[in-house]
């Protein structure tokens, strides 16, 4: 601002200057004195004259010379000015841009990570109870109990008990009526599906009312003869598959055993009895 100042003055100073020789010059030619008739005075008076004319061009040249070197010395200087602001500027602009990339990228870590810590520590969470799940799995004996009075041999071990054996239970035994056994596993499983409580020949010649009638009878015959033999800490699961009717043999199990239940498919008794094992972990 001081430079644009004294430029200004500076500029108006010689402009007043210029302005003063050519008035000054205008009135010394107005105030010629009037030629004599002598030619030697004329001739005196013309040089004089011309002299004056040609001193006050001299210094209006310079002056104008001077002014022109103050206006380029301007332009440099507005130039050298600009240069440094546009300089200050871009410089300033490029910091503030950095710091605005830096701002920006530390705000999207920042979310970032709280994002990922919330879905990692809900998936840690979810982990934790899968583990501790799986821990009770490991933790639980299983009886897997079939009343046929022919022993069974491992190539003929039902499907179902081939999946509960690769569950990871802590162990998975299968037993059968051909030996005298003491059901004490935490969970004993009762399979009426892989035996035949009624021989499709028993079947022949008999209603539906008459065929229902016999298998609940065999039902609670088998019923009565196994429970007896298992632990009153265990919990006891039913698989069967009745059809159409309901087996009251099963509803009335609560007189004689605490806990139990019962399953109908091969998915169903998957469920529960890893439910089983829960309880029975809860009772020990």
């Known amino acids: ?45 013309l040089k004089s004259q011309i002299q004056f004319l040609q001193d006050a061009n001299t210094r209006l040249n310079n002056s ?10 301007s332009f440099v200087v507005f ?15 490029n910091q503030s841009l950095k710091d ?13 990570k709280a994002v990922v810590d ?12 899968l583990l501790d799940r799986e ?11 079939i009343p046929s009075r022919i022993a069974i041999l491992p190539d003929d071990y039902p499907e179902e008990y081939e999946f509960l054996a690769a569950r990871g239970f802590k ?8 030996k005298r056994v003491k059901l004490s596993g935490d969970v004993v499983i009762l399979d009426f ?31 009565n003869r196994i429970v007896s033999k298992v632990s009153s800490k265990s919990i006891l699961v039913v698989y069967i598959r009745p059809g159409k009717q309901r087996i009251n043999a099963i509803d009335e199990l609560s007189k004689s055993v605490k806990y139990y239940a019962s399953a109908n498919t091969p998915v169903s008794l998957m469920g529960v009895v890893v439910d089983s094992a829960y309880v029975a972990h809860g009772m020990k």
Do not use: C
Not at 84 to 93: D, E, K, Q, T
Not at 135 to 145: A, L, P, Q, R, T
Not at 171 to 178: F, K, Q, R
């Open 193 to 223: 599906v892989n035996y035949a409580l009624v021989e499709d020949s028993e079947k022949l010649n008999k209603s539906e009312v008459e065929n229902a009638q016999l298998l609940e009878e065999r039902v609670a015959e088998a019923l």
């Open 100 to 112: 605005a990339k830096l701002l920006i990228r530390e705000e999207v870590e920042r979310r970032l």
């Open 64 to 73: 104008f010379g001077s002014f022109v070197s103050a206006i380029n010395l």
């Open 79 to 93: 130039g050298v000015l600009f240069g440094v602001v546009a300089g200050l500027s871009i410089y300033f602009f």
């Open 118 to 129: 919330e879905t990692v520590g809900q998936e840690v969470s979810n982990l934790k109870q």
């Open 135 to 145: 821990k009770v799995v490991g933790e639980i004996n299983i009886d897997y109990f």
């Open 1 to 45: 601002m001081h430079w644009s100042h004294l430029l200004i003055n500076s500029s108006e100073s010689w402009l007043f200057q210029i302005s003063a020789f050519i008035a000054q010059a205008s009135t010394s030619a107005t105030s010629i004195p009037k030629p004599s008739p002598s030619p030697t005075a004329d001739v005196e008076l």
């Open 171 to 178: 162990e998975t035994h299968l037993l059968d009526a051909s």
